[in-house]
């Protein structure tokens, strides 16, 4: 039998499924992008996929520094500042090529 630590609650603490949770953001994203806005089960698996070790330890090394204080390290929440950041970066470089029309320019050449 497996035994598990931590709280182990697949829900947020409001209650939500994690989809619900994230839905809100998510549309919001595709409003400003002008992206189609993605189901339920689309959510869910690019959600799952970021759970990559790799990929967290890669996040959590991004950006730990204290916001305008490029040089200092921030006292409270380092690692998860640096996931937000990452999260929050990374994406851009293609919906800024959508955003600025060169995603869309490339597949008409």
């Given amino acids: 039998m497996l035994e598990y630590t931590g709280h182990k609650l697949a ?4 209650g939500k499924t ?4 994230l839905r809100p953001t998510v549309e919001d ?3 400003y992008y002008g992206v189609p806005k993605p ?3 689309q959510i869910a ?3 799952r996929s970021l759970r990559m070790h790799h990929l967290m330890t890669h996040a ?3 950006d730990y ?3 305008h204080t490029p040089g200092k390290k921030t006292d409270f929440y380092p690692i998860q500042s640096s996931i937000g950041r990452f999260l929050r970066d990374a994406p851009l470089e293609t919906l800024d090529k959508i955003n600025l029309g060169e995603r ?3 597949t008409t050449k």
């Fill in 29 to 31: 994203e595709c409003h």
């Fill in 11 to 14: 829900r947020m603490p409001d």
């Fill in 39 to 41: 189901t339920d089960e």
């Fill in 18 to 21: 994690l989809v619900e949770w």
């Fill in 45 to 47: 698996v690019v959600a």
């Fill in 104 to 106: 869309h320019d490339s």
């Fill in 60 to 62: 959590a090394e991004y």
């Fill in 65 to 67: 520094s204290e916001l």
